[in-house]
T-cell receptor, first 116, second 113 residues
Framework: GAVVSQHPSWVICKSGTSVKIECRSLDFQATTMFWYRQFPKQSLMLMATSNEGSKATHEQGVEKDKFLINHASLTLSTLTVTSAHPEDSSFYIC????????????FGPGTRLTVL | DQQVKQNSPSLSVQEGRISILNCDYTNSMFDYFLWYKKYPAEGPTFLISISSIKDKNEDGRFTVFLNKSAKHLSLHIVPSQPGDSAVYFCAASWGFGNEKLTFGTGTRLTIIP
């Protein structure tokens, strides 16, 4: 149980294009999902908290108009990187809060984004 | 400002021995701590957690110790197995209902057969 999937697992795009990443909780409902970014050899940095049916909360320094988040259902959240640039190249990971322990989050496998 | 720190970027341990991974934090508001294991190009997998009201939590081969006065926690893995080779992240949060996790920088554990 508590499986989170992400699609695509990797994507290469041209600078200036937009990329959408999907995060799904496969066997549980997640009212809250989180989006993280990880640069090589660095920690996971929380980008935004996504709540079903309401606006996402972006962390300080994360542009909400550049990193669009939609949480339209209890099992799906999407992150759209708009007008991507090479500096947006990173490993993007989503997580969903399970119904088990306090603050236990289940993570997706991640999406490797490369912007040329 | 790195509120959760893992000062050892890497650690090598002989198979069968004990692995001890350390984590320090600066924010005294943190009251819940978690350890995650991560393989390359995969998302982190939850291992074990501990609330600030406890100083020890055990689950099979994994034990987490919390020293609140020192703002320090550690993860003990015994006996260490080759499959334990991965990057381990500690994470912290505070406040009931506050689900945001602050992650450390990770420690790469290598188990030597």
């Amino acid at each position: 149980g508590a499986v989170v999937s992400q699609h695509p697992s990797w994507v290469i795009c041209k600078s200036g294009t937009s990329v959408k990443i999907e995060c799904r909780s496969l066997d549980f409902q997640a009212t809250t999902m989180f989006w993280y970014r990880q640069f090589p050899k660095q920690s996971l940095m929380l980008m935004a908290t996504s709540n079903e049916g309401s606006k996402a909360t972006h962390e300080q320094g994360v542009e909400k108009d550049k990193f669009l988040i939609n949480h339209a259902s209890l099992t799906l959240s999407t992150l759209t990187v708009t007008s991507a640039h090479p500096e947006d190249s990173s490993f993007y990971i989503c997580s969903a809060r399970g119904t088990g322990g306090h603050n236990e989050q289940f993570f997706g496998p991640g999406t490797r984004l490369t912007v040329l | 400002d790195q509120q959760v720190k893992q000062n050892s970027p890497s650690l090598s341990v002989q198979e069968g021995r004990i692995s001890i991974l350390n984590c320090d934090y600066t924010n005294s508001m943190f009251d819940y701590f978690l350890w995650y294991k991560k393989y390359p190009a995969e998302g982190p997998t939850f291992l074990i957690s501990i609330s600030s009201i406890k100083d020890k939590n055990e689950d099979g081969r994994f034990t987490v110790f919390l020293n609140k006065s020192a703002k320090h926690l550690s993860l003990h893995i015994v006996p260490s197995q080759p499959g334990d080779s991965a990057v381990y992240f500690c994470a912290a949060s505070w406040g009931f209902g506050n689900e945001k996790l602050t992650f450390g920088t990770g420690t790469r554990l290598t188990i030597i057969p």
